[in-house]
């Protein structure tokens, strides 16, 4: 799909923070906090590995094994996952994301943001195959 889509320049993809509990938003604000270089990276494997840390004992502590292997240290980390303001700032990015384009479940994709009255989105595509006709679609319509 990137390959397709977005280095072909049809479409562009602006990733944005969606966490649905508490746990998810610790992880949206390590993931936040990681090194630019290293953000995209952490997020996959966050993605990848999330059956695991969402399921272990101590989340947290699992959230934490990861980000070191992102260059980040434990002490680091914790200041992250307690920082008011960038948690303030990723609750307001979500809420306005529920209320601009009633975004309500993971992972939901919004097109054409550009013309508000045309907004169109793809709640959980089953299959990167559907997400590439629904993009398809709308391109070909203008969208």
């Given at each position: 799909m990137k390959r397709d889509l977005v280095e072909?320049?049809?479409?562009?993809?602006?990733?944005?923070?969606?966490?649905?509990?508490?746990?998810?938003?610790?992880?949206?604000?390590?993931?936040?906090?990681?090194?630019?270089?290293?953000?995209?990276?952490?997020?996959?494997?966050?993605?990848?590995?999330?059956?695991?840390?969402?399921?272990?004992?101590?989340?947290?502590?699992?959230?934490?094994?990861?980000g070191n292997l992102a260059g980040m240290d434990d002490d680091f980390i914790a200041a992250c996952m307690t920082n008011k303001e960038l948690e303030d700032a990723l609750v307001k990015r979500q809420l306005d994301a529920r209320k601009l384009y009633r975004i309500n479940s993971t992972p939901t994709f919004v097109f054409n943001t550009r013309k508000l009255e045309n907004v169109r989105q793809l709640v959980g595509p089953e299959t990167a195959q559907e997400f590439n006709d629904t993009v398809n679609r709308l391109l070909a319509a203008g969208n």
């Open positions: 072909t320049g049809r479409a562009r993809l602006i990733f944005r923070d969606f966490p649905i509990d508490g746990t998810a938003l610790k992880a949206a604000m390590m993931a936040r906090c990681a090194p630019n270089d290293k953000y995209f990276d952490l997020i996959e494997v966050l993605f990848r590995n999330q059956d695991k840390w969402t399921k272990s004992d101590n989340p947290t502590k699992a959230l934490a094994q990861y």
